[in-house]
């Protein structure tokens, strides 16, 4: 079972920066494509950004400019910079871990980690 750990939300003024990390317990060749997730009340889950194999980034219209999405291969961990905050940003924040198996493929979500920006 792969493990995904997500770190590094919190409350933060609009206008500030939060940085969160995810590490996935698993091998790095496995691997299809690393992304980030949020949710805000009574609303759907929405991509904010992903990175898949490729490298080639994508974010949504929304965040464009305002975050970065990278990663550490060594490591196995995503990160999502976040610049420029909104109260709009606020959510629980998920990470999805994509990976290829012998005659599939699979996706795991982290638990969420709550982001709350304050205006």
């Known amino acids: 079972q792969v493990q995904v750990e997500e770190s590094g939300g919190g409350l933060v003024q609009a206008g500030g920066s939060l940085r969160l990390s995810c590490a996935a317990s698993?091998?790095?060749?496995?691997?299809?494509?690393m992304g980030w997730y949020r949710q805000a009340p009574g609303k759907q889950r929405e991509l904010v950004a992903d990175?898949?194999?490729?490298?080639?980034?994508n974010y949504a219209d929304s965040v464009k400019g305002r975050f970065t999405i990278s990663n550490d291969n060594a490591k196995n961990t995503v990160y999502l910079q976040m610049s420029s905050l909104k109260p709009e940003d606020t959510g629980v924040y998920y990470c999805?871990?994509?990976?290829?198996?012998?005659?599939?493929?699979?996706?795991?979500w982290g638990q969420g980690t709550q982001v709350t920006v304050a205006s």
């Open positions: 990175i898949p194999n490729s490298g080639r980034t």
């Open positions: 698993v091998s790095i060749f496995r691997i299809n494509a």
């Open positions: 999805k871990i994509e990976t290829r198996g012998s005659y599939r493929d699979y996706a795991y």
